[in-house]
């Protein structure tokens, strides 16, 4: 079965960390570009970060450029975002998704598979 299933969110207080895994099935998850994005309560979709098949080039929204780090082991079939100097506006759900354009032009970007996402939350 095709699907990315997330883990790793949970409760972290301000300035803390967390990192998120996405565990990839049913696909050659080493040919595809992968994807983090995030929707708060009340929120649009916000893309975070991207990363290229073979870990090569990495690009980061504004937003968390600096604190947050993607990246992936391909022999595991494995996304990851660690997660750094977290704040309250970090709260929200965390999706993996795969990146369908075989050239991305982040911070546009065509997911064609996600993930069931996982709780962040970031609070004293």
């Known amino acids: 079965q095709v699907q990315l299933v997330e883990s790793g969110g949970g409760l972290a207080q301000p300035g803390g960390s967390l990192r998120l895994s996405c565990a990839a099935h049913?696909?050659?998850?080493?040919?595809?570009?992968m994807n983090w994005a995030r929707q708060a309560p009340g929120k649009g979709v916000e893309w975070v970060a991207g990363i290229y098949s073979d870990g090569s080039v990495t690009v980061y929204a504004d937003s968390v450029k600096g604190r947050f780090t993607i990246s992936r082991d391909n022999a595991k079939n494995t996304l990851y975002l660690q997660m750094s100097s977290l704040q309250p506006e970090d709260t929200a759900q965390y999706y993996c998704a795969r990146e369908a354009s075989p050239t991305p032009l982040w911070p546009q970007y065509d997911f064609d598979l996600w993930g069931q996402g996982t709780q962040v939350t970031v609070s004293s």
């Open positions: 049913g696909f050659t998850f080493s040919t595809y570009a």
